[in-house]
């Protein structure tokens, strides 16, 4: 039988499994739904994960800010996190960057969900560093804020020589078969 310590444990091994996948804030509430649990036990998993976070040797932190929480690095990793950011920018693009530029590309305006599904992995860090170099763009998806888009940015355009996104190679091939893939029911 499952004591209330293990079912906890479960509890926090989930939420922080969905903010590492999530990788940028969640809403309280979508994690509620997700977990099949209320707001108050949320919460209180919340902070039990924070806790257990500081109390740890590991380099994580939760950060609450209203109702949204975000597992981020803590800030006593700061200036490894930062020479990491800028050797990865003095680097040439990743073949993971540039795939995930690619489906921008192709396919914005394209959630992280969706470049996710596409590439089979997390794509968080990747998007964060196209964001940072200013080859994509984040915008809201329609009246939501709460569900960015991304897409490629001016600069981007600038930097391979083109004037618009219609200009890369077989665009509106690649468009038409995006095109139809999502106006295909999903099963």
Do not use: C, W
């Not at 922080?16 to 804030?25: D, K």
């Not at 004037?163 to 295909?184: G, V």
Request: net charge negative; glycine share 6%; no cysteine.
């Amino acid at each position: 039988m499952e004591t209330n310590t293990d079912s906890n444990h479960g509890l926090l091994s989930r939420l922080e499994a969905v903010l590492f996948t999530h990788g940028e804030p969640i809403r309280i509430k979508k994690i509620a739904g997700l977990l099949n649990i209320d707001e108050a036990t949320l919460l209180t998993a919340v902070s039990d994960l924070s806790a257990a976070l500081k109390a740890s040797e590991r380099g994580l932190a939760l950060v609450v800010y209203g109702d949204e929480v975000e597992l981020v690095t803590k800030p006593e990793h700061r200036d490894l996190v930062q020479t990491l950011i800028k050797n990865e920018f003095e680097e040439e693009l990743s073949p993971a960057t540039q795939e995930t530029l690619a489906i921008i590309a192709y396919t914005g305006p394209v959630s992280r969900s969706e470049i996710d599904y596409v590439r089979g992995v997390n794509s968080s860090f990747t998007v964060r560093n196209l964001l940072l170099r200013g080859l994509i763009e984040r915008s809201a998806k329609g009246d939501d804020s709460r569900s960015p888009v991304y897409e490629i940015s001016l600069s981007f355009l600038e930097h391979v020589g083109l004037t618009a996104s219609n200009q890369l190679p077989d665009y509106e091939k690649y468009r038409a078969l995006i095109k139809t893939f999502r106006a295909a029911p999903q099963s």
